[in-house]
């Protein structure tokens, strides 16, 4: 299993970007995907989730309707579509892999270490 993510960069406040995770060596159906962020000195903390299966998704506090979770199984690639970015939207993100809808880091086995999404004023 391997996760591949790509697609960061600089925004400008109030901006949009979409970032892409690309999922080799499983089929998207078999897992739950979730986004997540970790800015210096913080803690990694959950976005959104998504159960490719039967398309369930979840957003926490920290995005609410900004970030939008989808996936084409066609080219086994998870996308998270971010808006209305804010400066503490920075941070760099990564996508796992896991066997449920969580956003808790330890629900998810398989990591990709994903770009780093900068929002500039």
């Known amino acids: ?3 591949q993510a ?5 925004v400008q406040l109030g901006g949009s970007l979409t970032i892409s995770c690309d999922a080799s ?11 997540f962020r970790q800015a210096p000195g913080q803690e990694r903390v959950g976005l959104s989730c998504l159960t490719t299966k039967d398309g369930k998704t979840y957003n926490t506090h920290f995005v609410g309707d900004r970030f939008t979770i989808s996936k084409d199984n066609s ?3 998870v996308y998270l579509q971010m808006n209305s970015l804010k400066l503490e939207d920075t941070a760099v993100y990564h996508c ?6 969580s956003a808790l880091t330890t629900h998810y086995a398989y990591w990709g270490r994903g770009p780093q999404v900068t929002v500039s004023s």
């Open 1 to 3: 299993v391997q996760l």
């Open 6 to 10: 790509s697609g960061g960069g600089l």
């Open 25 to 35: 060596g499983f089929t998207l159906d078999d897992y739950a995907i979730a986004w």
């Open 75 to 77: 080219k086994n690639t």
């Open 96 to 101: 796992a892999a896991g066997t449920g809808l």
